[in-house]
């Protein structure tokens, strides 16, 4: 059962454009939302992560949004370079409990000179 | 940063050999996780552990066992590898909501 959807599957973007990367949950329980990225040959690595009670953060020209009435949350990545070139995944868990985390499908992100 | 470590990096074995896949962690999390990863691609959860002498299998079915007698070892144990078994695993572990994961093992079962 697929809890986190993420899209797009792939992304190419210019170097300097905004990289968006889109994801939904269904579970409203879920109160901790981070973002891995993943470079080829690594294991994934925490990004950035937000909880429901706000409905941004920054973090250097990485941003997540989160809509908490639409259940959906995404990740902005503002003046794209090519060393941004990884996989990024989605997730959600509680952070109550066993905090198991449940990660979206991945975005291969690639910023092209 | 995270002091998880996996061994081997890399594996090339025959079909029915059995294999052990290692994973140890220097932070003294109780919890730590294996998935199962083709490259750059979704994850699953195939087992997990809360602690010494707990374990509990994930979301994806896997022929794989695990063991945990030492909060900082997690090994994960194939009895007989099948070429369907090929993939990249990854352990991780944690001590409350993010997790840290190792580098990976990539295996390939001829």
């Known amino acids: 059962q697929q809890q986190v959807k993420q899209s797009p599957q792939s992304l190419i973007v210019q170097k300097g454009g905004i990289s968006i990367i889109n994801c939904a949950y269904e579970?409203?329980?879920?109160?901790?939302f981070p973002w891995y990225q993943q470079f080829p040959g690594k294991g994934p690595a925490l990004l950035i992560a937000i909880r429901p009670d706000v409905s941004e953060k920054k973090e250097g020209r990485f941003t997540i949004s989160f809509n908490k009435s639409a259940k959906q949350f995404s990740l902005h990545i503002m003046d794209s370079q090519p060393g941004d070139s990884a996989t990024y995944f989605c997730a959600a868990s509680y952070s109550g409990g066993y905090q198991k985390v449940t990660f979206g499908t991945g975005t291969k992100l690639q910023v092209i000179p | 940063e995270a002091d998880i470590y996996q061994t081997p990096r890399y594996l090339v074995i025959g079909t029915g050999k059995k294999i052990t896949l290692e994973c140890s962690q220097t932070?003294?999390?109780?919890?730590m996780y294996w998935y199962q990863q083709d490259p750059g691609m979704e994850l699953h959860l195939i087992h997990y552990?809360?602690?010494?002498?707990?374990?509990e299998k994930g979301d994806l079915s896997s022929e794989s066992t695990v063991s945990r007698i030492r909060t900082e070892h997690f090994p994960l144990t194939l009895e007989s590898a099948r070429p369907s078994h090929t993939s990249q695993y990854l352990c991780a572990s944690s001590e409350r909501v993010t997790q840290y994961f190792g580098p990976g093992t990539r295996l390939l079962v001829l």
């Open positions: 579970n409203t329980a879920f109160d901790y």
């Open positions: 932070m003294g999390h109780d919890k």
């Open positions: 552990s809360y602690g010494v002498n707990s374990t």
